[in-house]
C-alpha cells in the first residue's frame, strides 16, 4: 500500500510540476531553464556585476532560428530564464549580453560563423566610437517528448568576454594638439560571429574624447576581442592634423606584458601618452618629447582579475 501511495505521488508532482492536467498532451511541454552566469577567470560570480541586458536565440538542429528576444528584466536580475515551448529535438541557445546599442545580422543563415553581431552605427554605414560591453553564451540542449513524469531540466549559460576595455589618455598636449585631438584605433576587428570570434574587415573607431579642464584628456570604450594584434594601432592626430603618436598594439602588448594579459576574460588595455618628461615637463609651445606609457594607478592597482 504504502509503495502504491508513493507511485501515486510522484505521478501527481510530475503532473502539476508540468501544469497540464488532461488525456491529450499534444500542446503540453516540460519545464526547460537556463541559469546565467559568468565568473570572467575567478571562481566568484560575477554575473550582475558585468551584465544587466541579455538577449536570447534558440536555433533548432538545421540552424533555423525559432526564437529570440529580449529577457525580461526580473530574468536578468535572478540569473534563471525559461526556454519558450519547444518541440522535441535538438537545439543551441545563444546569450549575448549586453546589447544596447548592439544589432545582429545574418541571422537567417544557418551558419553560426555567419551570424554576427556589432555596434549599430557599423551596420548602418556610420562612423564608429566603440561597442557595448559585450559578453557571449552557448549552450545545447535536447527537448523531449513531453511526459508527467518529468518536471524540468536545468542547465547553466556560461557567459565569456566578447570584448577589450580601451583606455587612453593624452597629459599636457601642446597647443597644436589641442584640448581634444584625434584619438583612433585602426584596424579593429568590427564584428564577432555566433560562436564568439572576432572577425569582419578590418575598420578604423574614432573614440570620444573628455577633458579633465585641467591637463588630462581621457578616452575610453570597448572593442571586439581581436587575436591580430600586430594589425591594430591607436593613433592620435592632433587639433592641427598633424599625428602625435601610432602605437601598434603588439609591441604595447609585448612591453607591457607584466601588467596586461589579453587572454584574460576582464582585459583593460590602457595607454598614457605625456608630452614633456619629469625633468623637463611641457609648460607650452611645441614639444617634441613624448613618452607612451601606462596610468600611474594601473600599475599599483594590478591585481588578479575577479
Known amino acids: 500500500m504504502k509503495l502504491r501511495l508513493l507511485a501515486f505521488s510522484l505521478l501527481l508532482a510530475g503532473l502539476f510540476s508540468t501544469s497540464c492536467l488532461k488525456e491529450n498532451y499534444s500542446d503540453c511541454y516540460n519545464t ?5 552566469s559568468y565568473y570572467g577567470a575567478g571562481d566568484t560570480e560575477i554575473f550582475l556585476q558585468k551584465i544587466n541586458r541579455v ?4 536555433f533548432d538542429e538545421s ?5 529570440s528576444g529580449l529577457l525580461p528584466d526580473a530574468d536578468v536580475a535572478s540569473r534563471t530564464t525559461t526556454l519558450p515551448p519547444l518541440k522535441p529535438g535538438d537545439y543551441r541557445i545563444v546569450c549575448v549580453g549586453n546589447t544596447y546599442d548592439t544589432g545582429v545580422e545574418n541571422l537567417s543563415s544557418k551558419d553560426y560563423s555567419k551570424i554576427l553581431f556589432a555596434a549599430n552605427d557599423y551596420i548602418e554605414g556610420k562612423t564608429v566610437t566603440g561597442n557595448d560591453s559585450l559578453y557571449y553564451a552557448s549552450v545545447d540542449y535536447h527537448i523531449k517528448e513531453f511526459s508527467p513524469m518529468i518536471y524540468e ?10 570584448h577589450y576595455d580601451i583606455l587612453v589618455e593624452v597629459v599636457n598636449a601642446p597647443a597644436n594638439v589641442g584640448k581634444h585631438p584625434k584619438v583612433e584605433l585602426i584596424g579593429v576587428s568590427p564584428q564577432t560571429d555566433f560562436e564568439n ?7 578604423d573607431y574614432i573614440m570620444t574624447t573628455v577633458h579633465d579642464g585641467l591637463k588630462t584628456t581621457t578616452a575610453r570604450n570597448n572593442i571586439m576581442r581581436h587575436k591580430n594584434h600586430q594589425d ?3 593613433k592620435v592626430t592632433g587639433e592641427d592634423g598633424s599625428q602625435v603618436a601610432m602605437i601598434n598594439f603588439a609591441e604595447h602588448l609585448e612591453t607591457y606584458k607584466e601588467y596586461i594579459d589579453p587572454s584574460k576574460q576582464e582585459c ?12 623637463y615637463p611641457f609648460e607650452g609651445g611645441e614639444c617634441l618629447d613624448i613618452t607612451i606609457t601606462l596610468p600611474e594607478w594601473f600599475v599599483e592597482n594590478v591585481k588578479p582579475e575577479f
Open 55 to 58: 538577449e536570447m536565440y534558440v
Open 232 to 234: 591594430v594601432y591607436l
Open 197 to 203: 570570434t572576432a572577425k569582419g574587415q578590418a575598420s
Open 153 to 162: 531540466e536545468t542547465k547553466t549559460a556560461r557567459f565569456a568576454s566578447s
Open 32 to 36: 526547460y531553464r537556463l541559469i546565467l
Open 63 to 67: 540552424g533555423v532560428c525559432v526564437s
Open 268 to 279: 583593460l588595455i590602457p595607454f598614457r601618452i605625456v608630452f614633456g618628461t619629469p625633468d
